[in-house]
């Protein structure tokens, strides 16, 4: 078992940034890939960022391409996401997810074995 717990969530405005925190618990650390996804009221949930096992590979959405930035750092078994430029259709909940492999298709959300309960993210105009 993996325990993902979100933090840094919060209220912006637009043009502004947050970072937001996932640490893991419960098993090694470097043995998941992670990821963020999100989700917008009334919507489904999408795929943000991802970040492979090694830390060497980065996935972003087109959305937030150049904007966001996944990293990780092993050592506090931590995974942020350094959100820029925010846009009010940022606003959603965001989750951090844990997947064993390195897959291909690190965008679906079906890859991940574990998820955490979300933290708001708000992007007022």
């Known amino acids: 078992q993996v325990q993902l717990v979100e933090s840094g969530g919060g209220l912006a405005q637009a043009g502004g940034s947050l970072r937001l925190s996932c640490a893991a618990s419960g098993r090694t650390f470097s043995n998941y890939a992670m990821a963020w996804f999100r989700q917008a009221p009334g919507k489904e949930r999408e795929f943000v960022a991802a970040?492979?096992?090694?830390?060497?590979?980065?996935y972003y959405a087109d959305s937030v391409k150049g904007r966001f930035t996944i990293s990780r750092d092993g050592a506090k078994n931590t995974v942020y996401l350094q959100m820029n430029s925010l846009k009010p259709e940022d606003t959603a909940v965001y989750y951090c997810?844990?997947?064993?492999?390195?897959?291909?298709?690190?965008?679906?959300?079906?890859?991940?074995?574990?998820w955490g309960q979300g933290t708001q993210v708000t992007v007022s105009s």
């Open positions: 970040i492979s096992r090694s830390g060497g590979s980065t």
């Open positions: 997810a844990a997947s064993r492999i390195d897959s291909r298709t690190y965008y679906r959300a079906g890859v991940y074995d574990y």
